[in-house]
């Protein structure tokens, strides 16, 4: 079973840049759709970007496009998400998540593998 660990939150201010790294280990990313999702306190959580295992098709919440971008390198069994123009409401734990089906999607019922999570902090 692929075990996946995210590493790269922070405390930046308004206007920072972050990128997050999501590393598989038991497994190879490249037979996974992959995903990331964000969870802030008290709201449900929520998908911020998905990425195809071929790495050609990306999908973004509204609010996060022109700002953030999913991408992989499955030689290194690796995700990304650079996060430019970061906003206080971008403040949430986030998660990278693994999807074996065939089509990518943006619901976290989808995704069969999780990691921990990783605190992302942005003041204003």
């Known amino acids: 079973q692929v075990q996946l660990v995210e590493s790269g939150g922070g405390v930046v201010q308004a206007g920072a840049s972050l990128r997050l790294s999501c590393v598989a280990s038991?497994?190879?990313?490249?037979?996974?759709?992959m995903g990331w999702f964000r969870q802030a306190p008290g709201k449900e959580r929520e998908f911020v970007a998905a990425?195809?295992?071929?790495?050609?098709?990306?999908f973004y919440t509204n609010s996060v496009k022109g700002r953030f971008t999913i991408s992989r390198d499955n030689a290194k069994n690796t995700m990304y998400l650079q996060m430019n123009k970061l906003q206080p409401e971008d403040t949430a734990v986030y998660y990278c998540?693994?999807?074996?089906?065939?089509?990518?999607?943006?619901?976290?019922?989808?995704?069969?593998?999780w990691g921990q999570g990783t605190q992302v902090t942005v003041s204003s």
């Open positions: 998540a693994a999807d074996p089906s065939l089509e990518i999607s943006q619901d976290a019922s989808a995704y069969w593998h």
């Open positions: 038991g497994g190879s990313l490249s037979t996974y759709n």
């Open positions: 990425i195809r295992r071929s790495g050609l098709t990306t």
